[in-house]
């Protein structure tokens, strides 16, 4: 995106490329027009593998402009929903997304590394997409700062693309070697070789849980199968989760 995710100059210009560029980008098959699907596939894993969670006040960790803490808060419209990013021109956007979509949502401009949210402030603790967008070295601080965040009992959810970059045959991985390189993404390869099972482990979680949740494709939410397989692009994403 062009001048990236933090850049500012006291708009929502930043915010209105990355809601509207990333429709165009993801073709409308990442939700559609509101690209909400990843906070959808959240959702839907929450309710296959904890179906009798209720959090009373979750949090999203670099938000963006809030596309996928809406179907989040919407799916527990009972919890006070907070979502945290670095850059203030996508929280402003962000911010008036919600506000148009009457989705209350509280949005902090805060590093998802290190919050300056009190210890156990959180029932969930949720990202969708961030990780590849990172390092090797924040992805721990990250699931680091879940575990800090949660309440005895609570669930953090860590959605990324549905790629093992081990999986791929060698022309998918020159692909994904082109997006390390020349699309800005240089946590690309590690983000998609990661362990993310042990890191969960490392960072504090119990009940693991590492694999592919169904992309929710229609209005049955319960339709979405959480798996060991993916079933490719847009039709599954890849899912860890545990609890505290």
Request: with cysteine.
């Amino acid at each position: 995106m062009p001048g990236g995710y933090g850049s500012d100059t006291d708009g929502v210009r930043q915010g209105a490329l990355m809601d509207r560029g990333g429709a165009v980008y993801m073709l409308g098959r990442n939700g559609g027009f509101l690209n909400d699907g990843r906070g959808k596939a959240v959702a839907a894993h929450l309710a296959s593998c904890y179906p009798d969670f209720q959090p009373e006040k979750l949090v999203e960790l670099g938000c963006g402009v809030g596309s996928s803490v809406i179907p989040v808060a919407e799916a527990y419209p009972k919890a006070e929903a907070y979502a945290v990013d670095v850059g203030a021109s996508v929280l402003r956007y962000a911010h008036a997304r919600a506000a148009h979509l009457g989705a209350a949502i509280h949005f902090v401009q805060d590093d998802a590394e290190k919050t300056r949210f009190a210890d156990e402030s959180f029932d969930l603790v949720f990202t969708a997409a961030v990780m590849h967008e990172t390092s090797p070295e924040a992805i721990r601080n990250i699931l680091t700062e879940s575990h800090r965040l949660l309440r005895k009992g609570g669930i953090a959810v860590h959605l990324e693309v549905p790629v093992k970059y081990e999986t791929l045959d060698l022309w998918s991985q020159v692909i994904a070697g082109m997006e390390r390189d020349y699309n800005n993404e240089p946590a690309w390869q590690e983000a998609t070789s990661a362990d993310y099972g042990a890191l969960m482990t490392a960072a504090g979680f119990e009940d693991v849980k590492v694999g592919f949740q169904d992309a929710v494709l229609g209005p049955d939410m319960s339709a979405s199968k959480f798996g060991e397989e993916s079933k490719g692009v847009f039709l599954s994403w890849f899912v860890t989760s545990g609890r505290k």
